[in-house]
């Protein structure tokens, strides 16, 4: 059985920093690629970030790029989000989702993704 489990959610103010864990099991964790989408109230679920099987290749959402980092540990099974400069927008229920094969055009859309996570909350106050 598949499992993804987020950490790390929680209530910062602008300009704070939080980070996210999504530890994985019941897969080959290098065998996916890993993602980080998230959802705000009234809002559909929107891409933040995708990692490479080999963490050697990232991609970003317009909206995050240059203040969130995502990374991953194969040794750990465990893939995190790091987010710096956080605003009151970033404010959302973040999941990971795991997507096997390499990076393609579906990396950034939620239905290519095969496992997801049950999601963490961050609020971001001003």
């Known amino acids: 059985q598949v499992q993804l489990v987020e950490s790390g959610g929680g209530s910062v103010q602008a300009g704070g920093s939080l980070r996210l864990s999504c530890a994985a099991s019941?897969?080959?964790?290098?065998?996916?690629?890993m993602g980080w989408f998230r959802q705000a109230p009234g809002k559909e679920r929107e891409f933040v970030a995708v990692?490479?099987?080999?963490?050697?290749?990232?991609f970003y959402a317009d909206s995050v790029k240059g203040r969130f980092t995502i990374s991953r540990d194969n040794t750990k099974n465990t893939v995190y989000l790091q987010m710096n400069s956080l605003k009151p927008e970033d404010t959302a229920v973040y999941y990971c989702?795991?997507?096997?094969?390499?990076?393609?055009?579906?990396?950034?859309?939620?239905?290519?993704?095969?496992?997801w996570g049950q999601g963490t909350q961050v609020t971001v106050s001003s």
């Open positions: 990692i490479s099987r080999t963490g050697g290749i990232t």
């Open positions: 019941g897969l080959v964790f290098n065998n996916y690629s």
């Open positions: 989702a795991a997507r096997r094969g390499p990076l393609n055009s579906g990396s950034y859309t939620t239905p290519s993704y095969d496992y």
